[in-house]
């Protein structure tokens, strides 16, 4: 996992209407919420009301934006051309975006869908963990608790608990690298 206190990345991205947004522009008043997300993986299916709901602290003063790193030459449900679907479906008002050369995914060390990254208004790296201990196929109900009490201190100038549990779902679906240089 990428330590508590790295910086926030300097990224651009565009949505799938081609607005571009950049690291800078997503930082809000409290600090910025990078979700690396996409539309199949059943990990990010099982949260995804849930995600929509998180759009609440946006109007606390805190930015949020999903980023969709997977390969879509072999996984086309992850395409661009669908993620504005899958945010009306979930209730998802926050920017979600296109890396399609997963250079984005890379600059984090993001590992998975859902992976969460949450910097404070310093853009400092306050929290990396899960969203909360539920799982596709559990009876329990997805509340986001783990993620929740993060963003809620940080939107609160408190410290975040350094004692996170990692992410848990599908690993980024990554493009094969070209054989021989080229």
Known sequence: MVPLGTPLPA??????????????????????????????????????????????????????????????????????????????????????????MQSVARSFDAACTPDFFLYNKTGTLVYRGQFDDTRPGDVSPVTGTDLRRAMDAVCQGMPVDGKQIPSVGCNIKWKAAPCCGG
């Open 11 to 100: 990224f651009e991205l565009a949505d799938a209407a081609g607005v571009m947004h950049t690291s800078t522009t997503l930082m809000s008043k409290h600090g910025l919420l990078v979700i690396f997300m996409c539309n199949h993986c059943p990990y990010v299916v099982h949260l995804a009301d849930e995600l929509g709901l998180l759009g609440v602290y946006m109007d606390r003063g805190l930015g949020i934006v999903g980023i969709n790193s997977n390969d879509v030459e072999h996984y086309p449900d992850d395409g661009p051309e669908h993620m504005p679907a899958f945010s009306a479906r979930h209730g998802i008002t926050f920017p979600y975006l296109s890396d399609p």
